[in-house]
């Protein structure tokens, strides 16, 4: 009877350990700021990494915001403090900054002189100057920032940073991405006074790529058209110029069909992404390259949840997994991104 119940007792075991593992999770979080437009989806995000994460409570010093989100079903159950409280609570490992444009900067780095890591989203404020200090300063203290630029963690991007990085293509000739959506009134009127507009906001995501796949050029030209009747510059492009050529990165607002694309050309081939969230790749050899054949191969990566990479990456970097992205990196980025939005 021993034996029999200590097998079943056995057979439990792992069940037990899930069980206590989903009850205590490793990293515990909380999310400072409501005002970002992923806030509310980086948090469902969260939440449905138990293994990884707790999700403590949130803090909000807006009240309509506050109160705006207490409402939501995605913060139910969350505890409600002030950003001091929790920064001073030394159970908290990491925090995500999801607050307005403004405030993003300040708080990351309030954050990290608390000990904390931070999780801080796109495109991480205006000041250059301001954000690349606070960017070594988290090196300096061996804290991680990680920038919330989730295309970085998409599979099928990922098969295009691996083919740009092997050579597959041989030498880059060409390079074509975009980002649009069909802003609305209320969307038109936050990036009417948005600091470098759409492309700041949403483009930042195609500089973070580009600077990421083919370096920091040697330099940026950005141009912008009015579609509307009002003052917004909702087409917005720029040229980053390298030793090859330009490549030619757009951010349209007035596109009712918000496409998301990108496009790499070069010597040996062409690779194409026409939906960067849509996880399917188009990749054309003249010869045959790495794994694949002369000739077109249509590859479609397993997809996951929006977020779900960059903050399993998260978990990992708290646990000491090296940065792949450092600082260096995301201050060209952010530099680079003003220069596109027209900021320089």
């Not at 444009?101 to 796109?122: E, F, I, M, N």
């Not at 690349?132 to 300063?137: D, F, G, L, N, Q």
């Not at 195609?206 to 040697?218: A, E, I, M, Q």
């Not at 918000?258 to 399917?280: D, F, Q």
């Amino acid at each position: 009877m021993r034996r029999r119940r200590f097998a079943q007792l056995l057979a439990l075991a792992p069940w037990a350990r899930a069980a206590d593992g989903a009850r205590n999770p490793r990293h515990r979080v909380v999310m400072l700021g409501v005002a970002h437009a992923h806030a509310a989806g980086k948090l469902a995000a969260l939440r449905a990494l138990p293994d990884r994460f707790e999700v403590v409570g949130v803090a909000e010093a807006d009240p309509a915001l506050r109160a705006t989100a207490q409402r939501a079903r995605t913060y139910e159950g969350l505890a409600w403090r002030t950003e001091a409280e929790w920064l001073a609570d030394a159970t908290i490992a990491a925090v995500a900054v999801e607050t307005t444009l403004a405030d993003s900067t300040p708080t990351a780095l309030r954050a990290l002189r608390a000990g904390k890591h931070v999780h801080l989203d796109k495109p991480g404020g205006v000041d250059p100057e301001t954000f690349a200090a606070m960017r070594r300063e988290a090196e300096q203290r061996r804290r991680q920032v990680q920038m919330g630029y989730m295309l970085r963690h998409n599979p099928g991007l990922r098969l295009v940073r691996e083919a740009v990085t092997a050579g597959w293509l041989g030498k880059i000739t060409g390079y074509d991405a975009g980002m649009g959506k069909q802003a609305g009134a209320g969307l038109r009127r936050a990036l009417l006074t948005h600091p470098g507009h759409g492309m700041m906001e949403l483009g930042c995501h195609l500089v973070d790529l580009t600077v990421t796949l083919l370096g920091v050029p040697s330099a940026v030209r950005a141009e912008a058209e009015r579609t509307g009747s009002d003052d917004l510059p909702d087409r917005q492009r720029a040229s980053l110029r390298y030793v090859w050529g330009e490549a030619t990165l757009s951010c349209d607002h007035a596109d009712a069909t918000a496409r998301r694309w990108v496009t790499i050309t070069g010597t040996n081939g062409t690779i194409r992404v026409p939906s960067l969230e849509g996880n399917v790749v188009h990749l054309e050899l003249a010869a045959a390259a790495g794994p694949y054949p002369r000739g077109m191969t249509l590859q479609r990566p397993a997809g996951e949840g929006r977020y779900d990479g960059e903050l399993r990456e998260l978990a990992d970097l708290i646990e000491g997994a090296p940065a792949r992205w450092d600082a260096a990196h995301d201050i060209a980025v952010h530099a680079v991104t003003r220069r596109a939005a027209g900021l320089a």
